[in-house]
Each structure stands twice: as C-alpha cells, then as structure tokens.
C-alpha cells in the first residue's frame, strides 16, 4: 500500500538553510508535492516536481527527488520566521484518477 | 487566480442540527474535494467529485452528504453529526488532467466544532 513518512519536528535558526525530508513507498507516484500550513488556515503549494525529474529550483525552494530510493526533500534558503508552519509532502499515485497521499507533516521552528 | 474560497470559517453545531459547509472555486477545474483534518495530522480524504460526479468516496459515514451542484460549487451537508466529528474541513480543487501536473489547491477551511 501507499505510504509517505517525514520527521515530525525540525528547528533551525533564522538565515540558515531547512532541509525537510520525506520517503515513500509508492513507485506509481507520478507527481509530488510539497505544501505549507500555518496555524489554523489551509494547505498553500509551495512546488512540485514530475518523477521524471531530479531537481526544481523556484526562488528559496529547492526540491531533489531520489527516485531509486523514494526520497524527497525540500531545501529553504535564508530561512525566516515566516517560514514556521507544518509542512506537508503528498504524492499522487498514478496518472488517472484523483488518489492524492499525505505525509505526516514536519513542523519546522524558526529560532530568531 | 488561484483562490479556493470556503464558508463559514467557523461553525459550532449541537448533535441535532443539520448545515452545510460551502466551497467555490473559478479556476475552470473539473475535480472537487473535501478533506477532514485533525489537530497535528495530515488530510484525511473523504470525497472527491469528477466532472461533477462523486468519483471517491473514502468510506465516510452517511451522516456526511456531498453534493456538486455545478463545476464550480462543492457542498458537505451534515446531519446528527457527533463530537468526534470536530475538525477542519479542507475543499480543494484541481484540474483532472491526466498527463499533467494534477496539482490541488486548498481553501481556508472550515473549522467544525460539535457539541
């Protein structure tokens, strides 16, 4: 069956760089995503990468995908305050249909 | 324009009320969803409307009713609802192609709270 894993918790210090990691266990996936929830509002897209790909850069994000090992990370450059919030990494399983899976979420914590 | 808009924000409901949560999306997508979301977990998926028709239903209790009116419109009509079912209720839409990136955008939510 499906299934996504990511750590629960990061804290890093403001101006450092975030890595959020993620694994999944799916080798239909042919998209994957990463969004961001504050607190108390709704999922925002941050980016997503096709399997066929290896890396997007889109200003602060940078997504590397590992399709030999199911492995999917997101790099925040400069990473500010405004950067704290859960982050989620979801597949969608195949290329018809609507089968979207969610990870756990990461809870990333900005130190000032 | 890329806004999925939900109403109300926020609805408080006693186990006998019936309501309904709204969603509006005008981006032309063809594919709805309502999600349920418990505090520090993921989404959980409950429905998904194709083309306005209920392509998924994830084995959600009848006292839960979705309907499409139209395209843009997505309904979750609640009946005899119990405290377990508190939550934020996530609308999403996409465009439903295939061969693309399928991608979901959410709205604000709907913070449920049954008492």
């Known amino acids: 069956g499906e299934d996504v894993e990511q750590s629960l918790f990061l804290s890093v210090r403001e101006g450092d760089s975030s890595v959020i990691n993620c694994t999944y266990t799916?080798?239909?996936?042919?998209?994957l995503y990463w969004y961001k929830q504050e607190p108390g509002a709704g999922l925002q897209l941050l980016t997503y990468i096709f399997s066929n790909m290896d890396m997007k850069q889109d200003q602060r994000l940078t997504v590397l995908l590992n399709k030999k090992d199911k492995h999917l990370s997101l790099r925040i450059a400069d990473t500010q305050t405004g950067d704290s919030a859960i982050y989620f990494c979801?597949?969608?399983?195949?290329?018809?249909?609507?089968?979207?899976?969610f990870g756990p979420g990461t809870r990333l914590s900005v130190l000032p | 324009d890329t806004e999925v808009t939900q109403t109300p924000k926020h609805l408080v409901m006693g186990m006998t009320n019936k309501k309904s949560l709204k969603c509006e999306q005008h981006?032309?997508?063809?594919?709805m969803y309502w999600y349920k979301q418990k505090a520090k977990k993921p989404p959980e998926l409950m429905f998904v409307y194709s083309y306005e028709k209920l392509s998924i239903n994830e084995s959600v209790p009848s006292r839960f009713s979705p309907e499409c009116p139209n395209s843009s419109l997505l309904n979750l009509h609640l009946h005899a609802l119990q405290p377990e079912d508190s939550a934020l209720y996530l609308c999403?839409?996409?465009?439903?192609?295939?061969?693309?990136?399928?991608?979901?955008?959410f709205g604000p939510g709907t913070r449920l709270t049954v008492l």
């Open positions: 999403a839409s996409s465009q439903d192609e295939t061969g693309e990136g399928d991608t979901q955008y």
């Open positions: 799916d080798s239909s996936s042919t998209y």
């Open positions: 979801a597949e969608k399983l195949d290329n018809y249909g609507q089968n979207f899976v």
């Open positions: 981006m032309g997508h063809r594919a």
